[in-house]
């Protein structure tokens, strides 16, 4: 009898530590982002699109050297309005330069502003939104200021400024962050007065901790997809505005090539050899929307309400 016992039941070590072991899978954040944001084949495709205009832009004015102020073919007259074909991709323009080469050049300009400016705006306006969301002192001050800015446009703001303190890229981007954080202040701090009286953070005020510390781990994380929402948005937005006042004069100066410079330059050519008018625009569309996709679908991926099961 007792062997029979003995071979129907083994004796296990007693483990102390074995009931803290968690039997669920082990959970990663943004490893749940990725792979959702990875499962949309439209996001795959616009970030791939993207990344080879984006790679184009860098890498293309290095091995070409384009420059406005240099017309190598001014004096080939052959060389000038070829249209689009296997040798020049894009064509050539007025002067005999290749257009391919002019492109990514006014690209690269075009994106080094937007993206400036898009950094000096969410920087600005998440941390100034942040502090004007949890103190009443200062909302009291900044919302005045907002109802004063708010009502200004900034593409106005950004003309008179650079008219002011005369064209160049610091001077654009500088043009057209200076008041577009207040937008981004504003959008943060309605989410922060949403979130601040929570169950978990006024028990986390009623235990002392510092208010920084409640904004940087409890509210901030939570933020993290409305923050892409806003750079998704304000990427596309800076770089219209920079094509738009580049193409009517007030943007970036001769010297440095951009898209709006290009579509100004070429509008008088849209009848007669429209693809030099059409291809900057086309660029400039296909970089905004593809930009605009992609922060969408990676705000959508980074929401915390995504990844409750």
Not at 92 to 97: A, E, F, L, Y
Request: aromatic residues 12%; contains cysteine.
């Amino acid at each position: 009898m007792s062997t029979l016992q003995d071979d129907r039941f083994t004796f296990q070590r007693a483990e102390d530590t074995a009931s803290e072991h968690i039997a669920a899978p082990r959970y990663s954040y943004w490893k749940s982002v990725f792979r959702k944001f990875f499962s949309s084949k439209l996001a795959i495709a616009m970030l791939i699109l993207a990344g080879t205009i984006i790679l184009l832009s860098i890498f293309q004015p290095m091995i070409s050297g384009y420059s406005p102020r240099i017309t190598p073919n001014i004096n080939r007259p052959e060389m000038k309005y070829i249209r689009p074909n296997s040798t020049y991709w894009f064509g050539t323009d007025d002067k005999g330069n290749s257009l391919f080469d002019a492109v990514w050049a006014g690209t690269r300009s075009s994106l080094i502003v937007a993206f400036a400016a898009t950094a000096i705006s969410t920087i600005v306006g998440v941390a100034v939104g942040m502090w004007w969301g949890f103190s009443k002192k200062v909302d009291v001050i900044m919302i005045e200021v907002y109802n004063v800015i708010a009502n200004i446009p900034t593409l106005l703001i950004a003309m008179i400024l650079v008219y002011a303190i005369g064209s160049g890229m610091g001077s654009l981007i500088f043009a057209l962050s200076v008041t577009s954080w207040i937008g981004t202040a504003y959008f943060i701090r309605v989410q922060v007065m949403i979130i601040r009286d929570r169950e978990y953070n006024l028990a986390s005020r009623c235990l002392g901790t510092p208010t920084w510390k409640i904004i940087t781990h409890n509210v901030l994380p939570y933020l993290i997809s409305v923050i892409m929402t806003i750079i998704s948005r304000d990427v596309p937005g800076f770089i219209s505005y920079e094509v738009f006042l580049s193409m009517v004069g007030v943007g970036l100066n001769r010297d440095i090539p951009s898209l709006g410079q290009m579509i100004r330059d070429y509008s008088p050519y849209l009848i007669s050899t429209p693809y030099l008018f059409w291809i900057p625009v086309a660029v400039s569309a296909v970089i905004s929307v593809s930009l605009y996709i992609v922060g969408q679908t990676l705000a959508d991926a980074s929401d915390p309400r995504t990844h409750m099961v």
